[in-house]
DNA sequence: TTGTAAGCGTTATCAT
DNA sequence: ATGATAACGCTTACAA
């Protein structure tokens, strides 16, 4: 029964002593890794018990090397998808004996290189970006010379749903196949007829999430000879208020010249239901009146009515993969690069227009 | 532009020659308080820049006093619940210049604990534990103990969203009024004309959550002068698939001897997302047929149709005063305990019953 | 203003 | 099997 010692916290030093051995032996019974002897293991833990002493992570660092800590930075802890792909990280560092660092930076991407320093300081073992990333010449260059500084002292930086920095950037990479999934879900909006389908996006052209998802879903159009209408790209950000605000405006500057658009695709899941509230207020059906679909499969979007049609990421496998070969990496190819795959979830939310507008 | 030095990280000691000044000279001018003539301190930082050098957090830790570390630990950080609490804590934490650890346990009381002496080896200076846990009397001996072992090294154990502890267990307490929303909600269900009311609840009587939303819901009952029909009151999980199966069950167990309830409440609001997916799926309407309640108010009841009447919980505020008391536990009082309040926001998921049972 | 030296708590190395 | 000692990278007296 842990007998409280007055002041401070205890050490091996103190340990020691009260078992009557030297610091060493401490550390040889606490460790496991070194023979002692039965009886003598046995005094060092009945000390340890009674002084209720825990080691000194700092102190063992120091000396012994590796923190056993993986960082993951995020935009935001409460988004459902960084949640869950956070979720995966968490789980595998556990599950490797790490402990996790966390911290947020709500889309400042100025803050995020702040934060990796602030990782390297705290000698994180990976460090995992999260999500979506500025994608500029200076960005990238400070990036890249992040990841090198990272690598020189034994760390590693880690892309985790983010397209690699460049050539000389030693660094991991987990992506999934964010044009893919564009593609395939604006592909199927179109083979049910759709021909004006409009795009609420995200306002930040060099972000790569957004990027991604906006060329797929103008290869789609390519690929079936049709052109996007500008008129029906719209900006914004990645949360359920964008979508609900722009959509808003979609129908409002609706004249009647042009054939209104027939299906509307959210650059994320939150978008989508913020489309979806703006529509059923505008009395508008969906998806008889209109279709939508959104990017994601947040577990919200099953439970939305209609329950979405979008695009399934694989959250976890990309945040445990993120770490599996962040801290393996010696084990697999040194140009580490993993695409996962994504695929469209057919739900209710979409369905062919109501006039088939195809020539 | 940093000249890459070649094996392992710089240290003070490397700045320092490079500088052609001592270390000490080296820290004073990292940590900026001491004076240093501004030719050192340039030609200091020079040679940081130079070496791409940054500091040994865990060192500075050792020597300095305190790793300036906050750990979280929740169930999961996946719920929207602890996700927005999480977001307080970190924000809190950051603000106060603060580096976040956090780990889940998934609902196992003992790897709580586990985690608790996880995060006192690594010298956080706060432990917070996030939502609701287990309450036996082992369980709570143990937790004192711990606690006093926290403060013992200077540390804090923070319990956010649980009630206290015990006398002698010295923590900080930030508390929502759990028992008082769910009064009010089941109040209001009753004020309606319910007078058969479900609670679709989590099967763990010792748990703070549950037992707390339980006996809310019993005390309106009493308030009212109604007695709480057992059969049904089930069990289950915090989930939205809990939500949806003992739905399922309570409908098909309807032998129609007794007047069947005209209203659910479920312990949280994922659980009354998965009522609603089975209420739906019964081919019964929400708040026509029968009225449904949630607890948590968490971004998705919003956008569920209907939109959930719920209990609004502080969840923000909740994360960020218990890391704000927790670190100025000298300017508050001893015995810190906060009590946050809770009330209802009035959706469309519950109305009067179709036939008004009021005897 | 700057430097020297001791020490934070642990483990690795080398003895015994 | 056990112990003494020297690191690990940093800060903080104490000197100069």
């Known amino acids: 029964m842990a007998r409280a010692i007055a002041g401070g916290r205890p050490t091996v030093k103190d340990v020691a002593v009260a078992a009557g051995v030297s610091a060493t032996t401490v550390s040889r019974v606490l460790a496991g890794n070194y023979p002692v002897s039965a009886s003598t ?13 825990v080691i000194n992570a700092q102190a063992r660092a120091l000396v012994g090397g590796s923190t056993r800590t993986v960082a993951f930075i995020v ?28 911290c947020t930076h709500h ?13 390297r300081e705290q000698q994180a073992e990976a460090v995992v970006l999260v999500g979506g990333g500025l994608r500029t010449p200076e960005h990238l260059e400070r990036m890249a010379q992040i990841a090198r500084s990272l690598e020189r002292v034994g760390s590693r930086l880690v892309l985790c749903g983010r397209p690699p920095i460049g ?20 592909n199927y909006l179109i083979s049910l ?15 790569t999430t957004t990027s991604a998802r906006f060329e797929g879903y103008t290869r789609a159009h390519r690929a079936h000879g049709l ?55 505008a009395g508008l ?13 947040i577990p919200l979007s099953a439970d939305l009515s209609p329950a979405l049609t979008t695009v399934h990421i694989p959250h976890e496998e990309l945040g445990r993969a993120a770490v599996r070969l962040a801290l393996h990496r010696d084990e697999y190819a040194l140009d580490q690069h993993l695409l996962l795959g994504t695929h469209v979830v057919i739900r209710d939310s979409a369905a062919p227009p109501r006039e088939n507008n195809a020539r």
């Open 41 to 53: 293991r046995k005094r060092v833990l009945r000390a340890v018990q009674d002084l209720d002493f």
């Open 75 to 102: 935009r935001d802890l409460v988004g459902p998808l960084f949640a869950y792909i956070g979720q995966g990280v968490e789980q595998q560092a556990t599950a490797e004996g790490r402990v996790c660092l966390v």
């Open 107 to 119: 889309g400042d991407a100025d803050r995020e290189l702040e934060l990796i320093e602030l990782m």
């Open 167 to 186: 050539p000389d950037a030693p660094s991991t990479v987990v992506e999934y196949d964010n044009e893919g999934g564009a593609f395939a879900v604006t």
């Open 193 to 207: 007829g759709h021909r004006r389908i409009a795009f609420v996006g995200a306002a930040e052209p060099n972000h």
């Open 227 to 281: 052109t996007v209408d500008d008129s029906l790209v719209v900006g914004g950000t990645f949360d359920r208020e964008s979508g609900y605000r722009q959509t808003k405006a979609l129908l409002a500057r609706d004249t009647g010249t042009e054939p209104a658009m027939t299906a509307i695709l959210g650059i994320t899941d939150m978008v989508a239901s913020g489309i979806l509230a703006a529509l059923r207020e």
């Open 285 to 297: 059906r969906v998806p008889e009146d209109i279709s939508v679909a959104g990017y994601d499969d």
